[in-house]
């Protein structure tokens, strides 16, 4: 299945996300957000050359909440799961990547 993985940063003490920072990622609907994250840093870093591979990284929802579990449930996150929590198709499920030093900044 294919999802979007878009990046973050921080800016006056707020996340904001980067514009045309968006990628296509392809996995399997049972992936974990623990799982999820080193590949979505992988495909960013080999799209943008100038991307810090080396450091610590969060996945975000688009509000800027840590991936953990689903939202309004204490259910663990899979994709699976929040794509029929989403209602909407893989293709338009949308996550963020972003450096855990932009994160901690931003709260």
């Not at 940063?9 to 392809?26: A, E, I, P, W």
């Not at 992988?42 to 800027?64: F, I, M, Q, R, T």
């Amino acid at each position: 299945m294919q999802l979007q993985i878009g990046r973050m940063h921080q800016l006056n003490c707020q996340l904001r996300k980067v514009r045309g920072s968006v990628v296509m990622l392809t996995v399997n609907p049972d992936i974990t957000a623990d799982e999820l994250l080193p590949l979505a840093v992988e495909k960013h870093s080999a799209c943008n050359w100038h991307l810090p591979k080396h450091v610590a990284y969060k996945l975000l929802y688009p509000d800027g909440q840590v991936v953990r579990h689903i939202p309004g449930t204490s259910d663990l996150f899979t994709l699976e799961k929040y794509k029929n929590f989403l209602g909407k198709a893989y293709s338009k499920v949308l996550l963020f990547i972003c450096e855990e030093d932009d994160y901690s900044a931003s709260m």
